[in-house]
Nanobody
Framework: VQLQASGGGLVQAGGSLRLSCAFSGRTFSTSMGWFRQAPGKEREFVAA????????DYADSVKGRFTITRDNAKKTVDLQMNSLKPEDTAVYYC??????????????????WGQGTQVTVSS
């Protein structure tokens, strides 16, 4: 299983970015999540989606601003980030569970991780 995250960059506060995670491997009944790690902080949950049910979950800090979606044909999971704030600055990682796991907020629930993509929001 391999995950490749892309789409990071530098944006002004209030702007938007779209992250994409390309996934190779089985998708049925897996869950995919986005996490982020800011300098000096622990990695934290951002959003997750179950591939089969499309059930989603969001951290309170991004709810209403970020949207996670999946594309079956492309085997990608995207994170649309709107109304970005300086505190959204972090390295963003995509991750996936083994098949059969529901969406979760804990890192330990995710088995495979992408390499991370930097998002920087200037004030």
């Amino acid at each position: 299983v391999q995950l490749q995250a892309s789409g990071g960059g530098l944006v002004q506060a209030g702007g938007s970015l779209r992250l994409s995670c390309a996934f190779s491997g089985r998708t049925f009944s897996t869950s995919m999540g986005w996490f982020r790690q800011a300098p000096g902080k622990e990695r934290e949950f951002v959003a997750a989606i179950n591939w089969s049910t499309s059930i989603t979950d969001y951290a309170d800090s991004v709810k209403g601003r970020f949207t996670i979606t999946r594309d079956n044909a492309k085997k990608t999971v995207d994170l649309q980030m709107n109304s970005l704030k300086p505190e959204d600055t972090a390295v963003y990682y995509c991750a996936t569970t083994v098949p059969g796991r529901p969406i979760g907020r804990s890192e330990s629930e995710y088995t495979y991780w992408g390499q991370g993509t930097q998002v920087t929001v200037s004030s």
